[in-house]
């Protein structure tokens, strides 16, 4: 599949989306060197969040409408407030959909709702991205894969039975491009609650690619995800985590950004094919295998014994595995202290 010119699947290095939340802290200024930020970096997209506070909750503190939960990183806070203070006005997407295109990486965003949905499409978002808690709104996946893009969803606390009412209903509107993002919905996230050996069970129970959204701190999580096939990462991304805002506690940097890309990377390269023997890239290391030496001077005649015979580097003699044959057999000439065994010099005048 495609997003933009990239081709994603697992012939091709992982796609890297550096998610920009909130972390722009109401500033467009901040809002466009994070963009750049992200491209020097090496990632392949930025992606925003499409809504405003009142497409997202009402402004009230009823039950439910505040964080009451004492270990999160918005506890106590108000959700219209919260959403206010993280969203990025739409008046802003235009020019930073501009620079992402001018640095030549990718830009889309996540749409909440229709009306985010058909704002994107005036700006020619070429993805869209689904949240982990809006995976099971049946009615914005089918808005979203009508309008043929490719489509990423995060799956979060969604069940196997959810993912597959989701990727069945995107398919049947259009979706022809999808890819499911595991994703642990608590911020941070920690390794223990990561459960990475999900991707390849989600891969093969949904016949999708398959990514991480990480919400863990580091590279560590993104780097075993790849070996576990992920094609996709995607992780939020700050100038700063000391310049705070919403994401920034579980934000990277940018020089951890640029880490991120290159050790997937390699992590991805790693995994190659199944190969057994040795590969051409290893031809030349045989030479430090051991092998069967003459290691003093012989007469001809002299019995081959452990004295005058060992298992030594390099590896241009005969395997170690035939000393017990060789021991007992007579020099077929005199031999110099370092000469290799081989099966032709011991046929030398019929003496093997």
């Known amino acids: 599949m495609l997003i933009g010119q990239r081709a994603i699947g697992r012939d091709h290095r992982p796609y890297v989306i550096a998610e920009m939340s909130g972390n722009h802290n109401q500033s467009l200024e901040r809002a466009l060197a994070i963009v750049d930020a992200a491209a020097a970096a090496g ?32 506890a106590g806070r108000q959700l219209y407030d919260l959403y206010d203070e993280a969203h990025t006005p739409w008046d802003w997407h235009a020019a930073i959909f501009e620079r992402a295109a001018q640095r030549g990486i990718d830009c889309f965003s996540t749409p909440f709702d229709d009306t985010a949905v058909d704002f994107l499409e005036t700006l020619g978002a070429p993805a869209y991205k689904i949240a982990s808690f809006e995976c099971t709104d049946l009615p914005l996946i089918r808005k979203v894969a009508a309008t043929g893009k490719p489509m990423i969803i995060s799956t979060g606390m969604a069940t196997l039975a959810e993912i597959d009412e989701t990727v069945r209903t995107a398919r049947a509107a259009g979706c022809s491009q999808l890819i499911l993002l595991k994703c642990t919905s608590t911020y941070p996230a920690t390794p223990v609650n990561t459960h990475l050996n999900t991707i390849p069970v989600l891969r093969a129970a ?54 991120l890309r290159t050790e997937t990377e390699r992590a991805w390269q790693a995994m190659g094919g199944v190969v057994f023997g040795g590969s051409a890239a290893e031809t030349k290391s045989m030479a430090f295998r051991r092998s069967l030496y003459v290691v003093q001077d ?27 044959t060789v021991l007992g ?24």
């Open 43 to 74: 990632a392949d997209a930025v992606k925003l969040q499409t809504y405003t506070a009142a497409t997202m909750t009402l402004d009230i503190r009823a039950p439910g409408f505040v964080i009451e939960d004492p270990n999160s990183l918005w």
């Open 206 to 259: 949904t016949g999708c690619e398959v990514g991480l959204s990480d919400h863990t701190m580091g590279c560590g999580a993104a780097i075993a995800a790849v070996a576990l096939g992920a094609t996709v990462v995607e992780k939020h991304f700050t100038l700063s985590r000391a310049d705070g805002g919403v994401d920034s506690t579980f934000s990277l940097e940018p020089a951890e950004l640029q880490m």
């Open 298 to 324: 012989m007469a001809p005649g002299e019995p081959f014994s452990r004295h005058n015979v060992r298992a030594i580097r390099p590896g241009f003699g005969l395997p170690p595995k035939y000393l017990e």
């Open 329 to 352: 057999m007579p020099a077929p000439t005199s031999l110099k202290r370092g000469t290799p065994l081989s099966w032709d010099l011991l046929r030398v005048g019929g003496a093997a």
